[in-house]
């Protein structure tokens, strides 16, 4: 088993930036790939941003490419999701999600085992 525990969402006015951690813990050595989904009230969930943990391919969603980078660091088997240039359409909850499994298409929901409780981020205009 693989727990997921995100930190750092809040209210940041339209322009603004979050970082947004997502610390495992448990079998942390079986992660294949770990990725931030955000859902916003009223819709589905959708992938944001995913990266593959040895090889370090990343993968990100149209509509936040250029604005959020993720990241991870092996020692502390945390991956981050660094958010710039907020938009109010950005508001939502967003999740951490981990997977031993191999992805050849990360941006997935089924394709993880693993979710975090979330983490909101509301953007003001």
């Known amino acids: 088993q693989v727990q997921l525990l995100e930190s750092g969402g809040g209210l940041v006015q339209a322009g603004g930036s979050l970082r947004l951690s997502c610390a495992a813990s448990g079998r942390t050595f079986s992660i294949y790939a770990m990725g931030w989904f955000r859902q916003a009230p009223g819709k589905e969930r959708e992938f944001v941003a995913a990266i593959r943990w040895s090889r370090r391919n990343i993968y990100y969603s149209d509509s936040v490419k250029g604005r959020f980078t993720i990241s991870r660091d092996n020692a502390k088997n945390t991956v981050y999701l660094q958010t710039n240039n907020l938009k109010p359409e950005d508001t939502a909850v967003y999740f951490c999600?981990?997977?031993?499994?191999?992805?050849?298409?990360?941006?997935?929901?089924?394709?993880?085992?693993?979710w975090g409780q979330g983490t909101q981020v509301t953007i003001s205009s």
């Open positions: 999600a981990a997977t031993p499994n191999y992805c050849s298409d990360c941006r997935m929901a089924p394709k993880y085992n693993y």
